[in-house]
């Protein structure tokens, strides 16, 4: 019988590091390790997410772009014995989603990879992500509140109740990314074993860091630019914003020396608070998947009173630093026109 190794991530995770290097070796998975990296679904990024779509964000879903009826089909015509496919909004799934793919992937053994990272490392990641885009602009008081009310975007017992009550906690393979618990001490490493295969690191890509978090003034200045963008065009895409203006403050910050330092915008007592919101859950999923009576799924917390807090408050851009980045976006713009792009 064939094995089908789904990875629903969660978000903020690695996922897009995990993406990238199936990507980049798909036909040495194949050859070597009789794993086959399957195509349907993949309509962006690197990832099955149209297969995600098919039930949750219907709106976004592309109608040719693959549907699971489609990834069994896949998987019938190949004469591999494993098989992978990878979103993070898989986590994103409920009860009744993940049944009807258990409908679908009746003729398999089926696998599901869930990466554990600490939740205040994870919720923060999301958080100064969500700034990059411009779609945050709120305290990280109230992003946090908001967070833990969102029974799938943060809940680890939610998401992973979801999956074994429908495959099984056999299903479930619950790996914790910390350095000393992943096999290898690296992600592609630890995924690798996961799903079976063999690495040989001359003949895979190095795992890179990506998705990687700028310093609170960077991240104050794309604050400031995500509220003028809800004031004043509120209806812009904000993957267009990003590229002529986000990229750019990003790039520029690195030049001033403002991302040396990544932001840390997590206060010790909203640390606390998450923590503690957390820790019930932690102890439930490290005795039911890991089999570890002490309940102790992270080893590697730092105390909370030796973590570096950035307050954004005391990172607002001065009306030079704003005057000298304008500057230079219109240095840029006359290079580029020079250059004759538009």
């Not at 036909?27 to 997410?49: A, E, F, P, S």
């Amino acid at each position: 019988m064939k094995d089908v190794y789904i990875h629903i991530g969660p978000h903020k995770t690695g996922s897009t590091t995990i993406q990238h290097f199936l990507m980049g070796n798909t036909d040495l998975l194949r050859k070597r390790d009789d794993l086959h990296v399957c195509t349907t679904g993949r309509v962006w990024k690197g990832q099955n997410i149209n297969l995600a779509w098919q039930f949750v964000n219907k709106d976004r879903r592309e109608k040719d772009g693959g549907s699971w009826e489609d990834l069994t089909a896949e998987i019938n015509a190949s004469d591999s014995s494993k098989f992978i496919v990878t979103s993070e909004t898989f986590s994103r799934l409920r009860p009744k989603h993940v049944s009807t793919i258990a409908t679908f992937l009746s003729g398999y053994n089926v696998y599901v990879i869930f990466y554990a990272r600490r939740p205040e490392d994870r919720l923060h990641s999301r958080y100064t992500q969500l700034i990059k885009n411009m779609n945050e602009v709120d305290t990280p008081e109230n992003y946090v509140t908001r967070m833990l009310s969102d029974d799938l975007i943060s809940e680890i017992h939610n998401i992973l109740a979801v999956w074994a009550d429908v495959f099984g906690d056999d299903a479930i393979k619950l790996r914790v990314q910390e350095k000393s618990q992943l096999v290898g001490g690296d992600l592609v490493s630890d995924f690798c074993d996961a799903v079976g295969v063999g690495l040989d690191g001359s003949e895979f890509y190095p795992e890179r860091e990506l998705n990687v978090s700028p310093g609170p003034k960077s991240l104050e200045m794309l604050r400031q630019l995500g509220i003028a963008k809800r004031k004043s065009a509120p209806t812009a895409k904000w993957w267009v914003l990003y590229e002529m203006y986000g990229a750019r403050i990003l790039s520029y910050g690195g030049k001033k020396g403002w991302n040396d330092t990544p932001a840390r915008l997590f206060s010790a007592d909203l640390l606390r608070t998450i923590r503690d919101h957390f820790r019930q859950q932690e102890e439930w999923a490290a005795q039911r998947f890991l089999g570890r009576r002490d309940g102790l799924l992270f080893r590697e917390r730092q105390p909370i009173e030796e973590i570096e807090y950035h307050n954004l408050d005391d990172y607002t851009p001065t009306k030079t630093e704003l005057l000298t980045f304008i500057c230079h976006l219109l240095e840029m713009r006359a290079r580029g026109k020079a250059k004759g792009q538009k």
